[in-house]
């Protein structure tokens, strides 16, 4: 079965630097979204992207944020200045339609962030 | 803002017992999603349900739009069924984003 992946697993960095995640979305779907987990929170969601854009992004993307689908396949999120309160497992996921309305979403084994 | 609530928060539970976990939501949805985390942080979506009743294996989804009310039953209940389930709503009707419950951590115990 198509899957979702996320690289790296785990990354630790230090606070003030840049990280990107990466993610693999299954293939022929056309939503994508980035989710986070602080330790011991909800999944609270970040940002949805369809047709090349942001559709909907929540009050935690803020500038430091930002998101792009370099090609066809990869879909990245990138975290210019790291702070330590950005630690968090941030989870890929993608669907084949609408997300929250119309399919289900597939989701990735997630990335834990770790600031230092 | 859609409000989840889910109960229990933490259930514990012997082999082969049926287990009901349960989601209430205070705004009007047009589907509802039941989401298992596993211990190593993997999610996993179980069902997407938009009226009625949903079955999978030994898992059964069921909701009640005018109630707002959603339940999630396993039936002979197993411990690799031990995982955090989660009930996820978009804030109202036609909106993609998913606002999260806090989970039920679900053990079962040999």
């Known amino acids: 079965e198509p899957e979702v992946t996320q690289t790296p697993s785990h990354q630790v960095t230090q606070m003030g630097q840049e990280v990107i995640l990466r993610c693999v979305p299954i293939?022929?779907?056309?939503?994508f979204y980035w989710y986070r987990q602080i330790l011991g929170q909800k999944v609270e969601f970040l940002v949805s992207?369809?047709?090349?854009?942001?559709?909907?992004k929540s009050e935690i993307f803020d500038d430091q944020f930002s998101v792009e689908r370099p090609d066809g396949s990869n879909f990245t999120l990138k975290i210019r200045s790291t702070k330590l309160e950005d630690s968090a497992m941030y989870f890929c996921?993608?669907?084949?339609?609408?997300?929250?309305?119309?399919?289900?979403?597939?989701f990735g084994n997630g990335t834990r962030l770790t600031v230092t | 803002k859609n409000e989840v609530e889910q109960s229990p928060q933490n259930l514990t539970a012997q082999e082969g017992e049926f287990i009901t976990i349960n989601c209430s939501y205070s705004?009007?949805?047009?589907?509802l999603h039941w989401l298992q985390q596993h211990p190593g942080g993997g999610i996993v979506s179980l069902f997407m349900l938009s009226s009625g009743k949903k079955k999978h294996g030994r898992l059964i989804a069921t909701i009640n739009i005018q109630e707002k009310h959603s339940s999630l039953h396993i039936t002979a209940s197993h411990p690799r069924d031990s995982a955090v389930y989660i009930c996820a709503v978009p804030p109202n009707f036609g909106n993609e984003k998913l606002t999260f419950g806090t989970g039920t951590r679900l053990t079962i115990i040999p």
């Open positions: 705004v009007g949805i047009s589907a």
């Open positions: 996921a993608s669907s084949e339609g609408a997300g929250g309305v119309n399919s289900p979403l597939h």
């Open positions: 992207f369809y047709n090349n854009e942001i559709s909907e």
């Open positions: 293939s022929n779907h056309l939503y």
